[in-house]
C-alpha cells in the first residue's frame, strides 16, 4: 500500500505589527518598518528608499512630529557611516521640511561642514557648534522622540535610558510651564512602556536600571516590568509557551496577518484523502542570547490509527526559529513548515500529531499534541 506524503520545507513567519516611537500613529499611505527594527541587520541600503518616500509624499507636511524621531536616526545613521552621509543625504531631492530635517540631522552628526556642499547653503543654526543627542536638554516633547530615533537607528538604549530621569518629579526640565514638563513626563514613562515590549534591549535596560535606582524612579520602573508577560498560548513553560496547529490553505493565509493580539485560529480535527494540511509550531515568550539570536527546536512525530509512525516521519531537530529578533514577546512559528497529505489508500481513523518544541537558549520545553481523524 502506497504510503502519505510527508515532507519539509522553509518558510519563516514573524507575527506582529511593528510600531515606532512616534507621537502619533503611522500614516496609512507610508511604511516606517525601515525604521523600526533598522538595528536589527543595519541595512543602510533602506535608508535612501526610506527618504525618497518622506520626500515623495510629503510625509512630513502631513505629519510633522514624525520630524523628531527621524532627525535622531539619521543623526546616529550618519555618525556610524561617515562615508556614505554624502551620497545619502543627496538620495533625493529634498525640499521643505525634509530638507530641513535632514540638515539638522548633518549638523548634529556632526556633518555641518558638508551641508553647503550638499545643499547650496548653510542654515544659521547650523554656524553654531552643535549640542550631541547624548548631552541635548530636553527641552520639548520631540527631544524625547529623538532619543528613540537614536535608540531605532543604533541598537543602544543610552539613549533611552535618558528618558528614565524624567520620571524623576525633581528632574529638572529646561520647559516654560508646568503643564509642558508634566506632559513630557507622561510621555517618558508612556515610550518606555510601549518600547519595553517592542524591543528586548529596553526590556533589559529597564531591568537593569530599576535595580540601580531609588524611591519614586524605582517604583515606576517596577510597575512597567510587571506589565511585561508573554501574551501566551495554551502550553506553558515559564514564559515560554507553544500551540500546535494543523491547518489548511486557509487557515495558514490568515495566520500570515500581522497581529499583535492573540491567535485566534482553529486547528482542523477532520480530513479527506488528498487533503494536504500544515503543521504549525506557533510559540512565543522565547529567550534571546545577548546578541539578540533566537534558537528554538523541535522534534516531530506522526502516528496512524494503529500507533504506528507514519510515512517516515519521526523527526528530531527541525527549525523553529534560528535567527536575530527584536522581541521575544511576539508570536513566531517554526521555520521547517511540516506538509501532510493524506493518500487514497490511507487507512481511515485518528492520527496523531506529537510535537516537543524546545528553547535552547532558555532551557524550556513543551509538549504538544494534535489529533485528526480521517474520513471519507
Known amino acids: 500500500m502506497r504510503s502519505g506524503l510527508f515532507s519539509v520545507f522553509f518558510t519563516c513567519l514573524f507575527v506582529g505589527t511593528t510600531a515606532v516611537a512616534f507621537d502619533e500613529p503611522p500614516p496609512d499611505d507610508a511604511t516606517f518598518d525601515a525604521m523600526t527594527y533598522y538595528y536589527i541587520e543595519k541595512d543602510t541600503g533602506e535608508i535612501p528608499k526610506f527618504l525618497q518616500q518622506i520626500e515623495d509624499l510629503k510625509l512630513l507636511d502631513k505629519y510633522e512630529s514624525s520630524v523628531h524621531p527621524i532627525t535622531g536616526f539619521l543623526t546616529v545613521a550618519f555618525e556610524e557611516n561617515p562615508k556614505r552621509v554624502t551620497k545619502l543625504a543627496k538620495c533625493a531631492a529634498f525640499s521643505g521640511k525634509a530638507k530641513r530635517m535632514v540638515e539638522r540631522a548633518l549638523w548634529l552628526s556632526g556633518n555641518g561642514n558638508k551641508i553647503e556642499s550638499i545643499f547650496g547653503e548653510t542654515p544659521a543654526f547650523a554656524k553654531k557648534k552643535a549640542i550631541g543627542l547624548r548631552e541635548r536638554p530636553f527641552k520639548k516633547p520631540g527631544d524625547l522622540d529623538m532619543m528613540w530615533g537614536a535608540f531605532l537607528a543604533s541598537g543602544d538604549a543610552s539613549y533611552a535610558k535618558r528618558l528614565i530621569d524624567l520620571l524623576d518629579e525633581n528632574f529638572e526640565l529646561d520647559v516654560e510651564d508646568d503643564a509642558t ?175 516537543t518544541v524546545r528553547d535552547n537558549i532558555g532551557g524550556k520545553s513543551v509538549k504538544l499534541k494534535r489529533t485528526i481523524e480521517l474520513t471519507d
Open 181 to 355: 514638563a508634566s506632559a513630557m513626563r507622561k510621555a517618558a514613562e508612556w515610550s518606555l512602556e510601549s518600547n519595553m515590549h517592542q524591543h528586548e534591549l529596553i526590556y533589559r535596560m529597564i531591568v537593569e536600571e530599576e535595580a540601580k535606582r531609588t524611591g519614586t524612579v524605582k517604583k515606576k520602573l517596577r510597575k512597567l516590568l510587571d506589565l511585561v508577560a508573554s501574551p501566551g498560548l495554551p502550553h506553558k513553560d515559564g514564559d515560554f509557551s507553544a500551540d500546535l496547529l494543523l491547518m489548511d490553505a486557509a487557515g495558514l493565509a490568515e495566520l500570515k496577518i500581522p497581529t499583535d493580539e492573540p491567535i485566534k485560529l482553529d486547528s482542523k480535527s477532520k480530513a479527506e484523502r488528498g487533503d494536504v494540511l500544515g503543521i504549525k509550531v506557533v510559540f512565543t515568550g522565547i529567550a534571546l542570547d545577548d546578541e539578540l539570536d533566537s534558537d528554538v527546536s523541535y522534534d516531530l512525530k506522526i502516528l496512524d490509527p494503529d500507533g504506528q509512525i507514519y510515512s517516515k516521519s519521526d523527526v528530531k531537530n527541525l527549525v523553529g526559529l534560528k535567527t536575530r529578533v527584536p522581541t521575544r514577546f511576539r508570536f513566531f512559528d517554526n521555520a521547517q513548515v511540516v506538509s501532510l497529505r493524506f493518500e487514497p489508500k490511507d487507512k481511515l481513523g485518528k492520527y496523531q500529531v506529537l510535537v
